[in-house]
C-alpha cells in the first residue's frame, strides 16, 4: 500500500489532475465521520474525485486499499462509504471506464478487495439496514469478479424503495 506520505501521489491522476490532495482526504477518514449530507467531507471529494461520473482513475486504485484499511481496522465505526467507494471503483474498471490498474498498484488494490467479505463479517456484528445490507452484499459480489452482479444488487435498494412505495399506496 502505498503510504499516505509518498510522492507517488502526485504522478497519480484522479478527476480533477494530479492527486496529492488524496492522502490528506484519507487521512480524514481515520477518524470515521458520520455522513449525514451527499456534501458532508472528505466523502464528497473523495467521491467526486475517485469516481466521477462513472469514472476512475489511477489514484482510485491507490485509495481503495486504504479505505478498506480503515473498514478493516473499525468495522463498526465505518460508514457505507467505506465499502461502497471501493465497490463503485472495480465496477468502474470492470466495465472499462477508467485505466487498467497500474501494475505498482496491482497487487494492492486486489488484495485489498480478497480482503471484503472479512470486513463484511465484521460489519455484520451490528444491526444493518437496508443500504448497509445492499452495500455488503455488491461488495461480496464485486470481490469475487462479479462486478456486473454487484451493480445490479446495488439497484435493488431503488427498486425495493419504488415497490414499498407502490404497496403502500395501494
Known amino acids: 500500500m502505498i503510504s499516505l506520505d509518498s510522492n507517488i501521489w502526485a504522478t497519480l491522476s484522479h478527476a480533477y489532475g494530479p492527486a ?9 477518514l481515520e477518524n470515521y465521520p458520520q455522513k449525514s449530507e451527499y456534501e458532508d ?17 489511477s489514484a482510485s486504485y491507490a485509495a481503495v486499499p ?10 463498526l465505526r465505518a460508514t457505507y462509504d467505506y465499502l461502497l467507494l471501493p465497490v463503485m471503483i472495480e465496477i468502474a474498471r470492470a466495465k472499462g471506464r477508467g485505466p487498467k ?35 455488503c452484499g455488491a ?3 464485486a470481490c469475487n469478479g462479479h462486478a456486473l452482479l454487484a451493480e445490479a444488487i446495488l439497484e ?15
Do not use: N
Not at 467531507?41 to 482513475?57: A, I, K, R
Open 20 to 28: 496529492e490532495d488524496i492522502p490528506d482526504l484519507l487521512r480524514a
Open 41 to 57: 467531507e472528505p466523502y464528497y471529494t473523495l467521491w467526486s474525485s475517485l469516481c466521477h461520473q462513472g469514472d476512475v482513475y
Open 66 to 75: 486504504h479505505v478498506l484499511a480503515l473498514a478493516e481496522k473499525e468495522p
Open 101 to 135: 490498474v497500474p501494475p505498482e498498484l496491482e497487487s494492492d488494490y486486489l488484495g485489498a478487495l480478497r480482503r471484503m467479505p472479512a470486513i463484511v463479517g465484521a460489519i455484520g456484528a451490528r444491526r444493518l439496514d437496508e443500504t448497509w445490507i445492499v452495500t
Open 139 to 141: 461488495a461480496i459480489a
Open 156 to 170: 435493488l435498494q431503488d427498486s425495493a424503495e419504488e415497490f414499498l412505495e407502490w404497496k403502500l399506496s395501494r
